[in-house]
């Protein structure tokens, strides 16, 4: 099982960045998706998260209206548009796969910086 991130960078207060989620190794149209985050010296935080079929999303109140979760099932990829970023959104991303409470996958994270 592999989730890889990618897209993660710099970026200016006010600009946007979008992040990818490839994965493989499993039946990925079967796992509702999620993008998680951890601030430095901070607990991790669900930031959005995707049903199979992609026609559900949730997002945490610090992201509503910013973030835009989506999947792609025939590329097996996940995304996470972010605009509209602020200092505050400074944090190593995750990607997880999660199959019922059975299966439950990690990807090592991507890290985005908002600064001047």
């Known amino acids: 099982v592999q989730l890889v991130e990618s897209g993660g960078g710099l970026a200016q207060p006010g600009g946007s960045l979008r992040l990818s989620c490839a994965a493989s190794g499993f039946t990925f149209n079967t796992y509702a998706m999620s993008w998680a985050r951890q601030a430095p010296g901070k607990g991790l935080e669900l930031v959005a998260s995707?049903?199979?079929?992609?026609?559900?999303?949730n997002y945490a109140d610090s992201v509503k209206g910013r973030f835009t979760i989506s999947r792609d099932n025939v590329k097996r990829t996940v995304y996470l548009q972010m605009n509209s970023l602020t200092p505050e959104d400074t944090a190593v991303y995750y990607c997880n796969a999660r199959f019922l409470s059975q299966y439950d996958y990690w990807g090592q994270g991507t890290q985005v910086t908002v600064s001047a």
């Open positions: 995707i049903t199979t079929t992609g026609t559900s999303t």
